[in-house]
């Protein structure tokens, strides 16, 4: 006689979930597992977003604008007004060794200008090292701020 197969049946209180579950948990906490994994989903689905409409925006203004690097060319005809209230700093290897005032004054186009000014420098503290090295320096013959 042949066999009938009958489908699996299960009582209605033990039926299967239609879907599983979005994390591979506990079944106990299983809904707020999957609400955390989806929050991290979405997150992450955001940030990628994110920077992708940052990479097209970024391409977009260097297609507008075709940003290049600046050329300067050398003028003879430019002077430099230099106004009141410039300063000076003098450094030497990193370590700020005086300052002062700068004067006002106009520097024509293809000039050199020579002036002394008062520079003052308080609580200088050099190592021993950058000390010897400075005075080797000067004794050299080298400029020395």
């Not at 699996?8 to 906490?29: G, I």
């Not at 604008?65 to 410039?86: C, H, L, M, Q, T």
Request: proline share 7%; net charge positive; glycine share 4%.
């Amino acid at each position: 006689m042949a066999e009938r197969i009958h489908p699996k049946t299960t009582p209605r209180n033990e039926q299967e979930p239609s879907h599983p579950p979005a994390c591979h948990s506990c079944s106990r906490r299983r809904k707020s597992l999957s609400t955390t994994c989806c929050c991290f989903h979405f997150c992450c689905c955001s940030l990628l977003l994110l920077v992708l409409l940052l990479a097209i925006a970024a391409g977009i203004f260097y297609l507008v604008f075709r940003p290049e690097a600046p050329n300067y060319s050398v003028d003879d005809k430019i002077g430099i007004y230099y106004e009141r209230g410039s300063l000076v700093e003098v450094y030497y290897k990193d370590v700020s060794l005086c300052d002062g005032v700068w004067p006002q004054f106009y520097q024509p186009s293809n000039n050199v200008t020579v002036f002394k000014t008062t520079l003052k420098g308080s609580s200088i503290e050099l190592t021993s090292s950058m000390r010897k090295d400075l005075v080797a320096t000067q004794r050299s013959g080298k400029t020395v701020p």
